[in-house]
């Protein structure tokens, strides 16, 4: 079929006609005012010549006059590419052989660089995309826009936006022309602009509509002729919304806090990983005397904290608390969530978010005993620290008598519930050494600024991720004569080399037996370990063996950065002590106290990681048995079920292979985002675009110094530190880190990220090597080009473009 009329066209035809033609066709379909016209399908493009007599012959039909003429690719109009300006439009085309022209025009544009980029951009196979062609009678507008449903700025659900202009709609879409841009929400407005009341009142109804047969926020063309008839040229979806938290059915609006970036993770979360990590959370807290129920939106971990912001009491240290692991953009907006009127404090007793008195009691008392424990006697802290995670790694390991299915799954259900009884002897030592690291700042507020305190928690011994670091830079400099070797070959081929058994003997062995179960998103317990693929790692020795400077090594450079916090801490501790006698000797033994205890803050992530790879390496034959009962396509599929869903399968033989397939492109969908909201409200609003922007001046990009120092190099963006190649002095500017990143922090000269807080991974790793760092860069990634000269300078927490 090569033409084929747009009233025939259904939802389920994009492969013959391509998404805009489908969305179209779909529209006619609900009985919307559609300029007529026809499809020329991409059967006729995969031939490769225009079927000029069916062309001519529907021309014809539509009476030959003025003709719209539009791209309708395979790969356009979809819930994730809108492809919007990507492909070409012609207008007012009038007769044969401009008709033509035009509609090879659009096939053309199919791999235009626009096109080809956006593809590029979203993992879309050039080889698998096919071009259709819509061509409908031109309509002749008084004035033109664009609807959308939901605010695509705020991402606010119960709002609707509207762009107008006179004359055609592409003076809009194109921004060619100033347009009167209006807001449709329950409040009347007087009328302005270019379109009236009742026009702005019909748009609504038609969003509303539209909205509610497509099932999502869907971004509108629309045009109004001399008739004031109300055409709708295009309907799709609003791509760059995040996806809106779960209905609540509260009557008040409801704020979510993000809470994945504080295991520096923006990436979603597969859906095995997710019922783990809500669990884990939730008893994380609670042991902390806090509960918070953790939602999945988009994928990513969200705290719901309303109560605790309505709460009298919790309100009023909520701000303080969240310095800690959330760091000042969460702080910035739930200080605004506190001020809306909204979330005023409510009357009553304990709420969902507070935990009972007793319980609070309970915690209370046992924090004080284990942080008291631990600075009293740090030592012996850590040698009960060391013993309990040495005892959680042989406790992890599965029996040896597991043999069936239901063998497996039974210890994976044991081990989600196991309650761990030594959390106490890892917990405490870690807060301890937080608080310790944290309070001098305040003590010494007008003695000591807090570049000259970062400096002081650098170089920090006891912490597993640097020895870790480490290990692999002893690794990389023993290579010897397989050095040549290790630089040339990209590193997945290394890995597979390594994994079958072909490659030399260079000690990854023995590290990965060690550090075999870590890796990027490690919490997330459907993402591989270096263990099954060890390709980031092979990525990090090539990085190392490009340092040719022997005082670049980090081993000197982590020398060097613990030589200085040890002359700067007891410089500080004697101006403090002259100043102010008994604020310096408590600032003085705390930060003493740091350097014992805060490199431990790494350890408990790394306990936790020995039961979720157990846990990981269970499913997976539990994934690789249903794979062989036809019940999944690969043994991987089993991380994006649940375990209720995994017990179905393994017990009645449910067949979910289809429940897979369609949370895997969800997955795959938001894998490609790149900016996750820090907060969200119930109706969808991203609380961070509500507040008042800030700039520290042209040129200089605002955010938190997290590492003192300041250094000029080029900037390396970075999403992907799997395959990363970063030389040496170069600027690593990442979304986030989390402990799989850092060995990329070997090479850089600096840190540049657009979440975090100052105790997070990413930045107390920074210290440690004593690189600068700023963090809560907002969109640091999109606006930092990969080779454009920066200066970091950790102690303003400023980042210069050059």
């Not at 391509?18 to 006729?44: M, N, S, W, Y």
């Not at 990209?490 to 037996?513: C, N, S």
């Not at 079920?641 to 369609?662: F, I, K, N, S, Y």
């Amino acid at each position: 079929m090569h033409v084929i009329t747009l009233s025939e066209v259904t939802a389920t035809m994009t492969a013959l006609v391509g998404g805009k033609a489908a969305g179209l066709g779909e529209l006619i379909r609900h009985g919307e005012q559609v300029p007529d016209g026809f499809c020329v399908t991409t059967e006729a493009h995969r031939l490769g010549v225009v079927p000029t007599a069916e062309v001519v012959a529907a021309y014809q039909r539509l009476g030959a006059g003025p003709v719209a003429v539009r791209s309708s690719a395979t790969a356009e109009d979809l819930p994730d590419a809108s492809f919007a300006g990507q492909q070409d439009s012609v207008l007012n085309v009038t007769g044969t052989a401009e008709l033509i022209a035009a509609i090879e025009k659009c096939w053309a544009s199919l791999h235009g660089d626009r096109a080809t980029a956006y593809r590029d951009a979203r993992d879309i196979d050039h080889e698998t995309v096919r071009m259709a062609v819509v061509v409908q009678r031109m309509v002749t507008p008084t004035m033109a826009g664009v609807l959308f449903t939901a605010n695509p700025l705020t991402g606010r659900r119960d709002e609707m936006a509207v762009d107008a202009a006179p004359g055609l709609g592409t003076t809009v879409v194109d921004g060619a022309t100033a347009v009167d841009h209006y807001i449709l929400d329950d409040v009347t407005r007087t009328e302005a602009g270019c379109l009236t009341s009742r026009q702005l009142a019909r748009l609504r109804a038609t969003g509303e509509r539209l909205q509610a047969h497509f099932g999502c926020p869907q971004d509108v063309e629309w045009a109004i002729d001399a008739d004031d008839v109300l055409w709708l040229l295009q309907s799709r979806p609003i791509t760059s919304l995040f996806p809106a938290p779960p209905r609540s059915g509260k009557p008040l609006p409801r704020v979510y806090l993000e809470f994945g970036h504080v295991q520096g993770m923006l990436q979603p979360v597969t859906p095995m990983g997710m019922s783990t990590l809500r669990t884990q959370i939730a008893a994380m807290l609670a042991a902390l005397g806090v509960r918070v129920e953790i939602v999945d939106i988009g994928g990513r971990l969200y705290g719901d904290l309303t109560d605790l912001a309505r709460d009298r009491s919790s309100r009023k240290r909520l701000v303080k608390l969240l310095a800690v692991d959330f760091g000042p953009r969460a702080q910035a907006v739930m200080q605004h969530v506190l001020a809306d009127p909204r979330f005023a404090p409510t009357s009553g007793g304990a709420r969902r978010g507070g935990a009972p008195a007793a319980a609070s009691l309970r915690t209370a008392g046992r924090a004080v005993v284990g942080i008291l424990r631990a600075l009293t006697r740090p030592e012996a802290a850590r040698a009960r620290m060391f013993e309990a995670i040495e005892q959680l790694r042989i406790r992890s390991a599965a029996p040896a008598d597991l043999r069936t299915t239901a063998d497996r799954l039974r210890f994976v259900q044991a081990q989600d519930a196991d309650a761990d009884d030594s959390a106490d002897a890892i917990m405490w030592p870690i807060v301890a050494g937080m608080l310790a690291a944290a309070l001098p700042t305040a003590l010494l507020k007008g003695v000591a600024g807090p570049d000259e305190i970062h400096t002081v928690l650098g170089g920090m011994p006891h912490n597993v991720t640097i020895e870790m670091d480490l290990a692999l830079w002893r690794l990389a400099q023993g290579v010897g004569e397989h050095r040549q070797l290790l630089l040339d070959t990209p590193p997945a081929e290394l890995a597979a080399r390594y994994l079958r058994g072909t490659l030399p003997d260079i000690g990854m062995a023995a590290f990965l037996d060690i550090y075999g179960h870590r890796g990027v998103a490690e919490v997330d317990l459907g993402v591989p370990r270096w263990a099954e693929d060890p390709t980031p790692i092979f990525a990090a020795v090539a990085n190392y063996l490009r340092v040719t400077d022997p005082q670049q090594g980090p081993d000197q450079r982590f020398q060097r950065a613990a030589s200085a916090a040890e002359t700067a801490l007891e410089e500080l501790v004697a101006r403090a002590r002259r100043r102010r006698p008994v604020r310096g000797r408590i600032a003085g033994f705390l930060l003493r106290r740091a350097r014992s205890l805060a490199g431990l803050r790494e350890a408990g992530k790394f306990a936790g990681l020995y039961p979720l790879r157990e846990t990981r390496h269970q499913l997976l034959l539990i994934g690789a048995a249903l794979h062989g009962a036809d019940l999944l396509d690969q043994p991987d599929d089993i991380m994006f079920l649940t375990l209720d869903e995994v017990h179905t399968a393994v017990h009645q033989g449910v067949d979910l292979r289809g429940t897979v397939t369609a949370r895997r492109a969800v997955h795959r969908r938001e894998l490609r985002r790149r900016t996750v909201p820090v907060a969200l409200l119930s109706d969808g609003t991203d609380v961070e675009t509500v507040l008042p922007a800030t700039s520290a001046g042209d040129g200089t990009l605002a955010g938190v110094g997290a590492s003192a120092g300041r250094v000029t190099g080029p900037a390396r963006v970075v999403h992907d530190p799997g395959t990363a190649h970063v030389e040496p002095g170069e600027v690593l500017v990442a979304a986030t880190t989390d402990p799989g990143w850092t060995p990329l922090f070997l090479t850089a000269a600096a840190l540049v990220t657009e979440t975090g807080a100052i105790m997070a991974h990413g930045p107390t790793v920074a210290r440690e090597y004593g690189i600068p760092a700023v963090i809560c860069v907002p969109d640091a990634t999109r606006t930092i080009a990969t080779g454009q000269l920066v200066t970091v300078d950790g102690g303003a927490g400023t980042v210069t473009l050059h």
